[in-house]
């Protein structure tokens, strides 16, 4: 929508709009969300003029509107077609103007410029954020399948002749270009045994740039035969999976950039990290870990992934094999919404372990006496999985991935099924539906604006 409305007037003249966003402090910058275009009315800017002129009428009604939310606010506007976005002296002067004119209404709020151009295919911006009486460049732009260059339209090439012969299949089956976009991207990966590693292993070999792997736990015997990062010096040594992955990766790959954070959503230092990437990979089983990346989905605008494998047995056969994709894309149905997940479980996943001991014992209490003891404690049997099963599910969300950096191909619902059982093999596509009474709709871009739309915050004991 916001590309539709600044290059409306494309080649020769520009456009622009005021926009609304969601912002986070993080320990490394400041992350702003698009979350509402302020699209200019009739006679809200001069048609007569080439450049972008905003009328009285149209600042005023930003103004009056600004106690009535709780958002940045931001000017932003195009360049001819062609052009670089270099700020112009006009630009400077109206980034200025806009700046401390907004002072007084958003004291505490940051104010961006942005500037946007396009030539053929290639897009390129720029940006400055006034924040705290200071001003600060915009460092990247994050846009679902649209790379954006600073400045202008040159990009240095990211892949030497050497790496680009190591991913020569692919950029012959996608293009170089979709081998440069995957070494100038970040993925985030949340879980790294079953389902995370092969993942992991998939993108580090596909040229994927800069890694960010998360894990709460250390590496167990039990993992080895799912581990792809695993080797028999592993056995017994109790270290972080995290570090086991970081160590794998920069073996395939000495350039591959990797954070690595033995850790688990929705902890601050995981959150900030995260919303680096282009896109987060859910490989953890747990619930509470479902809910918040469906929150990073919504609040942040951040593309998720979610993947889950199951086998089901009776009679001492295998009589089911499931994997389960679900596409958690901003705008898609939430984890609620898809009855993905139990808030009751979740809730459980976040106890202390002197909560969970407790109701636990009280749970068998109740059941000794006759009383119900799902009231205090539900269990939740481990999920047995084998590793050519959840190598099989890790594959295919790598290949999503792929496509999706790439903007090559896409998943085609946003919910896949592919069951392998004793009567044969089943497969189910189809788009999940919202809720009406969920809300997950109405916050999308709001980052940590809006209270009322976090989903889980870490407990205290974390």
Known sequence: KLWELLFSRYPENEWGSFIRFG???????????????????????????????????????????????L??????????????????????????????????????????SLIFSKSGDIFSGSGRVWWKDNWYEVDRFIIENCPVRLNDFTR??????????????LASQFSIESAEALADSTVAVMGLSGTGSPIVELL???????????????????????????????????????LIAKRFIKSLNPD???????????????????????????????????????????????????????????????????????????????????????????????????EKLQRQTQASEAKKNGGNPDAYWIDTPQLNTVGYLTTIAGGLVAGFCIGFLTGRFSMPKNFLEINLSSKGTSIVEKNKIADSSCTCQKHLGCADQEPSAVLISAPKHW
């Open 256 to 354: 591959c950039e990797v954070i690595a954070i033995q850790g688990s959503l929705p902890q601050e230092k995981v959150l900030d990290q995260i919303l680096e990437a282009n896109i987060v990979l859910g490989c953890t089983d747990l619930y509470s870990a479902r809910v918040a990346l469906t929150d990073i989905s919504t609040r942040y605008l951040m593309p998720v992934i979610d993947v889950g494998v199951a086998m089901e047995g009776a009679d001492g056969s295998i009589t089911g094999q499931i994997v389960q994709v679900n596409n958690l894309f901003p705008g898609e149905p939430c984890v609620y919404c898809r009855r993905m997940i139990s808030a009751r479980l979740a809730s459980q996943e976040l106890m202390t372990d002197d």
């Open 71 to 112: 958002f940045g606010v931001g000017v932003v506007h195009s360049h001819p077609e062609g052009y670089s976005t270099f700020p112009s002296l006009s630009d400077d002067n109206m980034e200025a103007y806009f700046a401390n004119l907004f002072a007084g209404y958003i004291a505490n709020r940051p104010f961006a």
């Open 23 to 69: 912002w986070r402090e993080s320990h490394y910058g400041l992350i702003l969300t698009v979350n509402f275009i302020d699209a200019p009315l009739a006679g809200d800017i001069d048609t007569q003029s080439e450049v972008t002129e905003f009328k009285g009428q149209y600042t005023r009604r930003i103004i009056r509107g600004i106690d009535k939310h």
């Open 204 to 242: 580090v070999r596909a040229g994927v740039g800069k890694f960010i792997v998360v894990d709460p736990k250390v590496f167990d015997d039990s993992n080895f035969e799912r581990n792809h990062f695993s080797t028999k010096n592993d056995i017994g040594k109790g270290e972080p999976k995290s």
């Open 156 to 169: 240095e090439r990211r892949l030497s002749p050497e790496a680009l012969k190591r991913t020569a299949r």
